[in-house]
């Protein structure tokens, strides 16, 4: 089988044909383009690949452009260092989407994912152009995608602004609708931040949300006391001075992360 690579680094570009080699020594590179203008006329000139890996931001735009250019009949697979394009990826004939730096395990996902098209298109005698889930490639996605988690807050102290590194944070809480936090040096700041915001910015595995108003670090739990309603009261350092209760549902869910 032939494949076209749509690629404006040079440096992607070898990566990519070791790669390929690497997971399927039967495909062919057949052309590697590095714009939409190469692009277009490698695509009016040769017959149809079976298969295309195109970079979506190319030298001179980006790739969708080709596809009001010229009639593109090969399977697509798109690379790329973003995902904010994911949408207008399977608009068109896209079966899926791989983030640099691409790893192998993705890559043959994707080539078993394009061969069982085929197997299923000459079964069916289909058109060249596949019906996608497409909730469950963007889910596929966002798998592939590592989150980012916030690693400093911005506060302000008296007439100026100080960064605070997470790991210098104790814990999270909330005070009459205002958020706080606590350092372990004790201090106390104010941040414009619900607790449900922090719970999606913080990384699970340094925070968890013990109730509606408390979010505590490890490090933070000096002691674990049995509470009535098969709840959990914590005692805190630096000094909590409200109750630090883990509620009922959460109880299970925080014993198992304590122990990590």
Do not use: C
Not at 29 to 53: Q, R, Y
Not at 184 to 189: G, I, L, P, T, V
């Amino acid at each position: 089988m032939n494949v076209l690579i749509v690629e404006d680094e040079d440096l992607a570009v070898r990566k990519l044909r070791k790669l390929v080699q690497e997971v399927d020594p039967t495909l062919e590179v057949a052309g590697v383009t590095a714009s939409i203008e190469d692009t277009v006329g490698w695509l009016k000139t040769n017959e149809s690949p079976d298969l295309i890996f195109m970079d979506i931001e190319l030298a001179d735009g980006q790739s969708f452009e080709i596809f009001e250019q010229v009639e593109v009949n090969s399977t697509v697979i798109f690379t790329t260092s973003y995902d904010e394009y994911a949408l207008q990826a399977f608009k068109v004939n896209s079966i899926d989407y791989l983030l640099k730096p691409i790893q192998k395990d993705d890559l043959q996902r994707s080539l078993k994912k394009f061969r069982d098209l085929k197997v299923r298109r000459t079964e069916q005698n289909e058109q060249p152009n596949p019906v996608f889930n497409l909730d469950k490639l963007l889910r596929e996605l966002q798998l592939q995608q590592p989150k980012e988690y916030r690693k400093r807050f911005l506060v302000r102290l008296g007439q100026r602004l100080l960064s605070v590194e997470v790991q210098d944070i104790a814990y999270f809480f909330t005070d009459e609708r205002f958020s706080f936090f606590k350092t372990w040096n004790n201090q106390k700041y104010l941040i414009d931040y619900t607790l449900d915001e922090l719970e999606e910015a913080l990384d699970p595995g340094m925070f968890f949300r013990i109730n509606r108003g408390v979010i505590v670090t490890h490090n933070t739990v000096e002691q674990i006391q049995p509470y009535f309603g098969n709840r959990l009261s914590l005692v805190l350092k630096p000094v909590f001075d409200k109750e630090a209760i883990v509620s009922r549902e959460k109880v299970s869910d925080f014993k198992i992360w304590m122990g990590k």
